[in-house]
């Protein structure tokens, strides 16, 4: 099973069915329905399956395949994954066959609501279908340059589903995200070209392969403004504090199923990123860094935080929350400790489940009432019950609610942080309340209450709805009990990440007078 192709497959079978999708009949929208769906589960099932294959322990990066692709500048085809890339993949092709239940109805729908369709359906599930294929190519590619194409390439599909299936304001969301993305992107092209003559000085011979990279060092100035290069670029894409300002804006007008794909997978490119390449290629300047980004991190958890609370849109407000989950995730990469980094991949996953989940919910609650607006909302609790329980599961899941998933992957990140920073820690602990008012606040007033005239006909989750939602609310509950399967795959990769940034888990301090063996004198 594993000389396979397995990766090559599942980057080709998405964006083959997306032009397949996109050449059928224009009047025939639900067989390019149908079609998305089918290509969308057979893509997770050969995930699944692959992920079978994969032996804890073994050799990092597997499944490997390495072609060439422009020789003359050392360009492969290269793609593995190691347990990290793993479980981001499985992400992507889960919550892709969800959002295309959920948006079964409500695609061709400009922003959700109820207004005539402005294109057609069956180009909206083509273009989902391109962006899982590249979302699997970025996480598989193990050549930086291959890495930085499917990074770029990622932002046309996002880019026409915002600009053609959005609000009213899309075309400013649309412009807006691809200014800050192709900036980003820019300043990390500069630093990948760098590298090609730079492997050429240091390692005999010019590539981007990252295990030879990997193997180079790189004196302190270059690899500070390489280092920086990627991170701004990671930054943009996570999104931080202060270049977080495109993300609020998608998502008031991007379609909610959507939206799962942009929060719930695309932005967690910027934390692999920082992960994968700011730390090991540069490991010198991402110590060197650590400091700033911890202080950036601790400031997007308690800002974004209190702009959630602040919010009167449903989108805008989940769009908040997420800018303050990302801070915790870059606090756990940049803590430098094992359970640190463990506990910001399993962040990366659960916050994907949980975000999805509401941006899902949302999405529903706007199409039933034509709004967006909190106060559009009260009561539904009376005349929806599904619809509020589960909205209710997944905003505790975002609250970090213990038993649920998110819970573990942020007590690891806070406990691996403290252990080597004591006071970003301590700050960022401060998110976990501020996570508690934004989502209870919301639930009581959107769910709570006397049911509101105009809500008091609202219907209850269709099945169709049911069986796009209830999957990811049953990931959260059995993830929340039993991390271990993913930690499992995680903490190897983990392990070989922090040995090449030449950093140990710090020692527990001893306290009290204790003789060396252990008994008191």
Same mark, same amino acid.
């Given at each position: 099973?594993?000389?396979?192709?397995?990766?090559?497959?599942?980057?080709?079978?998405?964006?083959?069915?997306?032009?397949?999708?996109?050449?059928?009949?224009?009047?025939?929208?639900?067989?390019?329905?149908?079609?998305?769906?089918?290509?969308?589960?057979?893509?997770? &099932?050969?995930?699944?399956?692959?992920?079978?294959?994969?032996?804890?322990?073994?050799?990092?990066?597997?499944?490997?395949? /390495?072609?060439?692709?422009?020789?003359?500048?050392?360009?492969?085809?290269?793609?593995?994954?190691?347990?990290?890339?793993?479980?981001?993949?499985?992400?992507?092709?889960?919550?892709?066959?969800?959002?295309?239940?959920?948006?079964?109805?409500?695609?061709?729908?400009?922003?959700?609501?109820?207004?005539?369709?402005?294109?057609?359906?069956? &180009?909206?599930?083509?273009?989902?279908?391109?962006?899982?294929?590249?979302?699997?190519?970025?996480?598989?590619?193990?050549?930086?340059?291959?890495?930085?194409?499917?990074?770029?390439?990622?932002?046309?599909?996002?880019?026409?589903?915002?600009?053609?299936?959005?609000?009213?304001?899309?075309?400013?969301?649309?412009?807006?995200?691809?200014?800050?993305?192709?900036?980003?992107?820019?300043?990390?092209?500069?630093? &990948?070209?760098?590298?090609?003559?730079?492997?050429?000085?240091?390692?005999?011979? $010019?590539?981007?392969?990252?295990?030879?990279?990997?193997?180079?060092?790189?004196?302190?100035?270059?690899?500070?403004?390489?280092?920086?290069?990627?991170?701004?670029?990671?930054?943009? /894409?996570?999104?931080?504090?202060?270049?977080?300002?495109?993300?609020?804006?998608?998502?008031?007008?991007?379609?909610?199923?959507?939206?799962?794909?942009?929060?719930?997978?695309?932005?967690?490119?910027?934390?692999?990123?920082?992960?994968?390449?700011?730390?090991?290629?540069?490991?010198?300047?991402?110590?060197?860094?650590?400091?700033?980004?911890?202080?950036?991190?601790?400031?997007?958890?308690?800002?974004?935080?209190?702009?959630?609370?602040?919010?009167?849109?449903?989108?805008?407000?989940?769009?908040?929350?997420?800018?303050?989950?990302?801070?915790?995730?870059?606090?756990? &990469?940049?803590?430098?400790?094992?359970?640190?980094?463990?506990?910001?991949?399993?962040?990366?996953?659960?916050?994907?489940?949980?975000?999805?989940?509401?941006?899902?919910?949302?999405?529903?609650?706007?199409?039933? #009432?034509?709004?967006?607006?909190?106060?559009?909302?009260?009561?539904?609790?009376?005349?929806?019950?599904?619809?509020?329980?589960?909205?209710?599961?997944?905003?505790?899941?975002?609250?970090?609610?213990?038993?649920?998933?998110?819970?573990?992957?942020?007590?690891?990140?806070?406990? $691996?942080?403290?252990? #080597?920073?004591?006071?970003?820690?301590?700050?960022?602990?401060?998110?976990?309340?501020?996570?508690?008012?934004?989502?209870?606040?919301?639930?009581?007033?959107?769910?709570?209450?006397?049911?509101?005239?105009?809500?008091?006909?609202?219907?209850?989750?269709?099945?169709?709805?049911?069986?796009?939602?209830?999957?990811?609310?049953?990931?959260?509950?059995?993830?929340?009990?039993?991390?271990?399967?993913?930690?499992?795959?995680?903490?190897?990769?983990?392990?070989?990440?922090?040995? #090449?940034?030449?950093?140990?888990?710090?020692?527990?301090?001893?306290?009290?007078?204790?003789?060396?063996?252990?008994?008191?004198?």
């Amino acid at each position: 099973m594993t000389d396979f192709p397995w990766l090559s497959v599942l980057i080709a079978l998405p964006a083959l069915g997306a032009l397949a999708v996109g050449l059928l009949p224009r009047e025939n929208e639900t067989l390019a329905k149908q079609a998305a769906l089918g290509i969308s589960l057979v893509e997770a &099932v050969l995930a699944i399956v692959m992920t079978t294959a994969f032996k804890v322990g073994g050799d990092r990066f597997q499944f490997t395949e /390495k072609y060439w692709w422009i020789k003359q500048f050392g360009v492969h085809w290269a793609v593995g994954v190691d347990g990290v890339a793993l479980v981001l993949v499985l992400l992507s092709v889960v919550l892709v066959p969800l959002v295309v239940i959920a948006s079964w109805d409500e695609a061709g729908r400009s922003g959700g609501t109820d207004t005539p369709p402005k294109r057609s359906a069956k &180009v909206y599930f083509a273009l989902l279908l391109a962006l899982e294929a590249m979302m699997v190519g970025v996480f598989a590619a193990t050549d930086v340059f291959l890495f930085y194409v499917f990074f770029e390439a990622m932002l046309i599909p996002v880019y026409f589903i915002i600009g053609y299936y959005g609000g009213p304001q899309r075309s400013y969301a649309a412009v807006k995200f691809l200014l800050y993305s192709l900036f980003g992107g820019l300043l990390m092209l500069v630093s &990948v070209v760098w590298l090609y003559p730079l492997s050429q000085e240091k390692l005999g011979h $010019g590539t981007f392969m990252f295990e030879e990279l990997n193997t180079m060092h790189v004196d302190g100035t270059t690899a500070k403004w390489l280092f920086l290069g990627f991170f701004v670029a990671f930054a943009i /894409k996570a999104p931080m504090v202060p270049v977080h300002t495109w993300l609020p804006d998608a998502a008031a007008q991007s379609p909610a199923g959507a939206l799962v794909l942009v929060v719930g997978v695309l932005d967690k490119v910027g934390t692999y990123g920082m992960l994968r390449f700011c730390l090991e290629l540069f490991p010198g300047a991402a110590k060197w860094a650590t400091p700033v980004v911890l202080a950036l991190a601790v400031i997007s958890i308690v800002y974004g935080a209190v702009l959630a609370i602040g919010q009167v849109d449903l989108k805008r407000l989940v769009a908040y929350t997420s800018v303050s989950h990302f801070g915790f995730i870059v606090l756990g &990469v940049f803590a430098m400790t094992s359970q640190g980094q463990s506990g910001a991949t399993l962040y990366m996953v659960n916050h994907g489940f949980s975000t999805g989940a509401l941006f899902l919910l949302v999405g529903f609650m706007i199409a039933r #009432r034509n709004s967006a607006r909190i106060d559009a909302f009260g009561g539904v609790q009376k005349v929806a019950p599904v619809l509020a329980g589960t909205f209710l599961v997944a905003g505790l899941s975002g609250l970090s609610l213990p038993g649920l998933s998110t819970f573990v992957s942020e007590l690891m990140v806070l406990v $691996g942080t403290f252990s #080597r920073h004591r006071v970003p820690a301590v700050l960022a602990a401060s998110g976990i309340v501020l996570a508690a008012i934004y989502i209870l606040w919301t639930y009581q007033r959107t769910m709570g209450g006397p049911a509101r005239e105009e809500v008091k006909g609202m219907p209850d989750l269709s099945l169709r709805e049911k069986v796009a939602v209830a999957p990811i609310i049953a990931i959260i509950v059995a993830m929340g009990f039993f991390p271990q399967p993913v930690l499992k795959a995680i903490n190897p990769s983990v392990e070989k990440g922090l040995a #090449r940034v030449d950093v140990r888990d710090p020692a527990p301090k001893i306290t009290g007078n204790v003789a060396e063996n252990g008994a008191r004198p």
